[in-house]
Each structure stands twice: as structure tokens, then as C-alpha cells.
């Protein structure tokens, strides 16, 4: 069957949001004299529980901490690491071929619409998708929530479509949904297990898409 449709993660798939992430919490554990532990960051990677798990795990190592107050902190040191951020290597050139060829894209992602819209916009990549599905409205990854909707929103089978993805979590989410699922590991993903994926490809730049879907 023909491919008919494209649903890409956001966060460290689209664009490498997940290291600013890591390193703005990174800085906020420091500043209270602790480290983060990378296996609990792994842990809640790609999914919508990474901010609740990151306070709960501080609060451990600083029972004083006043999170109400660090949360805006944390959000603004976030958005100045992203301010510069533009989507990893490879990605336009997939998002210009599928529109060339007629293929739907979508957006499957366990973040707010309020962070992944904005993101979009500013990244200049907006206009290319049919459809933005967020964990606002639907199930957070591992759940297929997000994918099922996904195909819904496209009018496309599961057989018809490729998912992009750069955890482990959304490998899990897209597969249990049916799809095709590609795994592009960034920096902070790439020593993660990717065995459920059907392919696992370096970098977008690997495998350009036409070859790709002539698989």
C-alpha cells in the first residue's frame, strides 16, 4: 500500500527542544546542589509527566524548594535556550517532498497545543501540516491516543502511514496505533533502546524520504 500519510513527533523529532529541556533542569538541580539523575529523565521522556517528575524528584534532594515560584523560572530559561533553535538537519527537505508527492502530515505530540503551536510557528514549518495533535486534548504517549486521532484527522489507514518519532515511548505509542514507525534519535535519545521501531535512522539526513518509501 502506498503511503499516504506522515505524523511526526514534536519535542526532539521536528526540532531538538529535549536538550534545551534537559539542560534548563539540569541548571535548576545544580542551583540547589544536587544533580539529575539521567535515568529519571529517560524514565519520563516523551511523555506529558517530565515536569511533574522533575519537581517531585528535586523536592527529594531540597524539601524547602518553593515550586510555584521555580516554575516560571524554569519556563523562561527553556524559551531562552530555544529562542535560536531551529528544526533538526534534514526535516524540510522531508516535510517539501511529501508535500510534492501529496502526502498528508501530521503532528503527534504528548506536549500542550499551547507549547507545540507556537513552537511551529516560530520554527516556520506551521504551514506544512494538515493536522496538530496535542496531549491536551488526547492521551499522552505510550498511549496510541494521540496516533489513532491522528489517522482520524488524516482520513488514512495505519497501513497507509509512516510515524516519526525519537523515544522509545513514541515508538510504543505509534506501533500499538499500527503505524509504520521510523526512529530518528537525537543526542540526548540515541543510546535509548529502539528495538520495537521498524527502522532507526541516525539523522533525517541518513535517508533522504523517496528512499525512504521505495522500501
Known sequence: MPTR???FDFDGTLADTESAVLQAW???????????PLAAWYAVIGTQHTTPAMFALLAEHAPDIDVE?????TKARVHA???????????????????ERGIKLAVASSSSGGWVRPHLERLGIDGYFDAVLTGDRHKAKPDPDLYLAALDALETAA?????????????????????????????????LDFGQADIVLPSFTAKPLEALLSR
Open 5 to 7: 500519510a506522515l505524523v
Open 26 to 36: 539540569q541548571e535548576v538541580f545544580r542551583e540547589h546542589g544536587t544533580e539529575l
Open 69 to 73: 515560584a521555580l516554575r516560571p523560572v
Open 81 to 99: 535556550l530555544l529562542e535560536t533553535l531551529g528544526p533538526r538537519e534534514g526535516v524540510l527537505g522531508y516535510l517539501e517532498t511529501a508535500r
Open 159 to 191: 497501513e497507509a502511514a509512516i510515524a516519526f518519532e525519537d523515544t522509545p515511548h513514541g515508538v510504543t505509542s505509534a506501533k500499538a496505533a499500527g503505524l509504520t514507525c521510523v526512529a530518528v534519535p537525537n543526542a540526548i535519545t540515541e543510546s
